[in-house]
């Protein structure tokens, strides 16, 4: 039995709302608008987005219980000794990084394969980046000491 500390709308939102999301807009949206091809190629065009999207359905599954199941020390209790001064940086400094590619992963997949919605490209974008940090952020147990 899967024990996770977040709450079962969290769980939903991340395990189900995004992946589905990620579908229509990747899969689903870009067979019905005109646009151009990725590479000039629609075979091209289909495998890459279908790449980026398993790519964010995992990523947006495996985030909830990140720490439970693909933690480097998991069902570890930490104290603050065991915690360097510079490891809480070094942390938000990785998470901020991998948020921000993000970030850029989604605002490029918008304005190449779902045109019609650049308008609000970095909106989107940077929502998505934030729902990547957030989790990353709450779950790491060094936070809480």
């Keep these: ?26 899969l689903v949206i870009p067979q019905f608008i005109q646009r151009p091809a990725f590479m000039g190629s629609g075979v091209f065009d289909f495998i890459v ?3 980026l ?20 020390c998991p ?4 104290s603050k000794a ?3 001064p510079a490891e809480r940086f070094l942390f938000i400094g990785f998470a901020t990084f991998f948020s921000i590619c993000v970030v850029i992963i989604t ?14 490209g970095l909106l989107l974008a940077i929502t998505n980046g934030a729902i990547f940090l957030i989790p990353l952020s709450l779950q790491y ?4 000491l």
Excluded: H, Q
Aim: hydrophobic share 50%; net charge positive; glycine share 4%.
């Design 49 to 51: 987005r279908g790449l």
């Design 107 to 120: 605002l490029w997949t918008i304005g190449v394969f779902v045109p019609i919605i650049s308008k609000y």
């Design 82 to 84: 065991d915690i360097s």
């Design 53 to 72: 999207c398993l790519w964010f359905c995992l990523a947006y599954s495996m985030l909830p219980n990140i720490k439970e199941k693909y933690g480097l």
């Design 141 to 144: 147990e060094v936070f809480k």
């Design 75 to 78: 069902n570890i209790t930490w």
């Design 1 to 26: 039995m899967e024990t996770n500390s977040m709450p079962r709308s969290v769980l939903l939102l991340y395990k189900v709302v995004m992946p589905v999301i990620t579908l229509l807009f990747l």
